[in-house]
């Protein structure tokens, strides 16, 4: 349950934040929109490891975010320390496929919304609605990349028992136990999961693309 917990808020998070910039950066044509692209296509090759480095610096006591916990700024080898990271981990590949989902549709279609009256907020919503299939892709992608991460949750989780231990970093301490048919069984457990969860999304997409 804290897997699903942790995974679906920065799933939810990413998507917020990762959707509307990923469709602004296909409509829009600015200053560094290329700096920007570049910043995102890394991001979504960023190592999960060092996003997880970069969190404990960030909210640990001598860092610059350490004293101001709160509900939006949480606490290390936290639940919420685990989301922040992992919301770091799947916002540019949320916002990097509905980029690319929203680039491919054809052109015309936004001249022609446009035409008809359409606010900026219309046609921005009728292109993604064209693209949804593309989205449902993004928010796939983001989804795999975080529940299956190790390393980051690791780090910024501290995998303490009853509290911040998931499925992953539960693998890694039976495996280094020794206890390998609980690990097995756990992995079997995680790639169940992931895949009744990928199932579901992808029968999304299939009654998407036929409306």
Same mark, same amino acid.
């Given at each position: 349950?804290?897997?699903?917990?942790?995974s679906?808020?920065?799933?939810?998070l990413?998507?917020?934040?990762?959707i509307?910039?990923?469709a602004?950066?296909?409509?829009?044509r600015?200053?560094g929109?290329?700096?920007?692209t570049?910043?995102?296509?890394?991001g979504?090759g960023f190592p999960p490891?060092?996003?997880?480095?970069f969190?404990?610096?960030?909210?640990s006591?001598?860092?610059?975010l350490?004293?101001?916990n709160?509900?939006?700024?949480?606490?290390?080898?936290t639940?919420?320390a685990?989301i922040?990271?992992?919301? +770091?981990? #799947?916002?540019?590949?949320?916002? =990097?496929?509905?980029?690319?989902? $929203?680039? &491919? *549709?054809?052109?015309?279609?936004?001249?022609?919304?446009?035409?008809?009256g359409?606010?900026?907020?219309?046609?921005?919503?009728a292109?993604?609605?064209?693209a949804?299939?593309?989205? +449902?892709? #993004?928010v796939?992608?983001?989804? =795999?990349?975080?529940?299956?991460? $190790?390393? &980051? *949750?690791?780090?910024?989780?501290g995998?303490v028992?009853h509290?911040?231990?998931?499925?992953t970093?539960?693998i890694?301490l039976?495996?280094?136990?020794?206890?390998?048919?609980?690990?097995i069984?756990?992995?079997?457990?995680?790639?169940?999961?992931a895949?009744?969860?990928?199932?579901?999304m992808?029968?999304?997409?299939?009654s998407?693309s036929h409306e």
């Amino acid at each position: 349950m804290l897997s699903f917990q942790v995974s679906g808020f920065a799933l939810i998070l990413s998507t917020v934040i990762g959707i509307p910039l990923g469709a602004y950066m296909g409509l829009s044509r600015f200053s560094g929109r290329g700096f920007v692209t570049a910043l995102l296509y890394t991001g979504m090759g960023f190592p999960p490891v060092v996003v997880g480095l970069f969190v404990y610096l960030l909210l640990s006591r001598s860092g610059p975010l350490g004293s101001f916990n709160s509900a939006l700024i949480p606490a290390l080898f936290t639940p919420g320390a685990m989301i922040f990271a992992q919301t +770091i981990i #799947a916002f540019p590949l949320v916002a =990097g496929f509905t980029m690319a989902a $929203v680039l &491919a *549709v054809d052109p015309n279609l936004r001249l022609q919304v446009e035409a008809l009256g359409a606010t900026p907020l219309q046609s921005t919503l009728a292109i993604l609605g064209e693209a949804r299939v593309g989205v +449902i892709v #993004a928010v796939v992608a983001g989804f =795999g990349g975080i529940i299956s991460e $190790v390393g &980051a *949750v690791m780090l910024v989780g501290g995998n303490v028992d009853h509290s911040t231990r998931v499925l992953t970093t539960a693998i890694v301490l039976e495996t280094r136990r020794g206890n390998f048919d609980l690990a097995i069984a756990l992995g079997i457990i995680l790639l169940a999961l992931a895949f009744l969860t990928n199932i579901l999304m992808l029968r999304l997409q299939g009654s998407t693309s036929h409306e």
